[in-house]
């Protein structure tokens, strides 16, 4: 595992096709635009570090599994809740200002943590994270920057690499910087990372004309009912019907991510006996991975295939991957030698991790184009808090399947759960008519 985490794996064609696609992308980038993707290594790292670190630092508190699982729907709950209202934010302010609001609050959240030591300060530290969404501020800046169709599934491409940059190093770090039983250096190192963010985004030139441009989505949502509260409210709504299928996808399909995340973590560590640079490294192997995946392959794959197929293709793909680590999980013996089962298991999990990639980044570059302009931060805000409102229930409901059965009942219960979402898109229309953009 500790291989997928050096970039040597790669071949000389990959690596000259990385720096193909990367020298094309250069050409016409805004300094903005690199600002986005240096603030979004940054944030990535800095949440990564502490994430290898907190199963161990439950269990040193003398807080159950359940109670892990607690804590984690503790967390997607405050972030479910912010996410909708940063998306609204950020039609109104754009996205300098929420994101040094993020930064702010993320470098709040990690001082708390940094602090813990009980699991009431844990959970105190999951608050601020009510404004802790650089990924989704993120998207809507190179959202509004990049035309429809491949190009803007290209850029979205390279800001998931920049994403897995940051979030291929942090896991390994902050296990090995774990490793000697401080488990806060890690917290402490997050703050000053986030605070370097803040004054970054703080100084990033932002173009005059976006004022313009919210001045006048401002007026349009005065004019149209979209002020105040219940405007917001109402604005949530009808950006949500016109993107539904999408978005129910995201939502349903992160429910079974969710399952999976929240779940791996206690059998890496119970089952497997895995110690915290263990689990910083195989973190970091599903980031590498993910990372050179989107380099390599996000802009042949957008340029030859239409959306729909890319997204049946992702799901379909994750399906499959699960009725193999099923499959596979019902043979491994727990403590038994690595063998050919727990192999063939691990690259299922490799397989599931890049569909998913492929599935998220396709439904934000379709959902874009579906909705006007100044509705992008609301539809990013949906996104986002879709995906976090799954991760309510994810991490409890696989908690409970694997210690009620044994980790092959989450890997089934997840299969169920993809297959129906992928027989939805084939046997139905599935939203294969795009429906036209809303003026």
């Not at 993707?37 to 359940?66: D, H, T, W």
């Not at 890690?186 to 990033?204: E, P, R």
């Not at 013996?333 to 998913?356: D, M, N």
């Not at 092959?408 to 036209?436: E, M, N, Q």
């Amino acid at each position: 595992l500790q291989s997928w985490a050096h970039l040597s794996i790669l071949d000389t064609h990959a690596r000259t096709n990385i720096r193909a696609t990367m020298a094309t992308a250069r050409q016409g980038v805004p300094l903005g635009v690199w600002l986005v993707y240096l603030n979004v290594v940054l944030y990535a790292l800095c949440y990564q570090l502490q994430m290898p670190i907190e199963p161990f630092l439950v269990k040193r508190l003398g807080a159950s599994n359940a109670a892990y699982g607690k804590l984690q729907s503790f967390f997607s709950a405050i972030q479910t809740v912010g996410a909708p209202v940063v998306g609204v934010l950020l039609g109104r302010y754009g996205t300098r200002t929420a994101f040094v609001i993020m930064f702010l609050a993320s470098a709040l959240s990690y001082g708390i943590l940094s602090q813990t030591d009980s699991m009431t300060m844990l959970y105190l530290s999951k608050v601020p994270s009510l404004l802790q969404h650089g990924f989704l501020v993120a998207q809507t800046a190179i959202a509004d920057q990049t035309a429809d169709g491949a190009t803007r599934l290209t850029a979205l491409g390279y800001l998931t690499t920049a994403y897995t940059v940051g979030a291929s190093v942090g896991p390994a770090v902050g296990g090995f910087l774990g490793a000697n039983g401080n488990y806060f250096i890690g917290a402490k190192c997050a703050v000053a990372g986030s605070l370097l963010s803040a004054t970054i985004a703080f100084f990033a030139p932002e173009e005059r004309a976006k004022d313009a441009d919210r001045a006048a989505a401002a007026s349009k949502a005065a004019a149209e009912g979209r002020a105040g509260i219940m405007g917001g409210l109402n604005e949530m709504y009808t950006t949500a019907m016109m993107v539904f299928p999408l978005l129910a996808t995201k939502i349903i399909v992160s429910v079974g991510n969710a399952m999976y995340q929240g779940s791996m973590t206690i059998v890496l560590r119970d089952n497997f006996h895995f110690t915290e640079a263990n689990m910083g490294m195989y973190m970091s192997s599903f980031m590498v991975s993910g990372g050179i995946f989107s380099a390599i392959c996000v802009r042949p794959i957008a340029d030859r295939y239409p959306g729909r197929q890319i997204l049946v293709t992702s799901v379909g793909g994750m399906a499959v991957a699960f009725a193999v680590r099923t499959l596979a999980g019902m043979q491994i013996v727990e403590g038994a030698e690595i063998g050919v089962y727990a192999l063939a298991w691990v690259a299922c999990t490799f397989i599931a991790s890049l569909c998913g990639h492929m599935l998220a980044i396709t439904i934000t570059s379709e959902s874009t184009t579906l909705v006007p302009d100044d509705r992008r931060g609301t539809l990013m805000g949906l996104e986002h808090g879709g995906f976090s409102s799954a991760r309510i229930i994810g991490p409890s409901l696989g908690i409970m399947l694997m210690e009620r059965g044994t980790f092959w009942h989450v890997d089934a219960a997840i299969l169920c759960i993809v297959s129906s979402v992928l027989a939805f898109w084939v046997i139905s229309k599935g939203g294969a008519r795009k429906a036209d953009k809303v003026d």
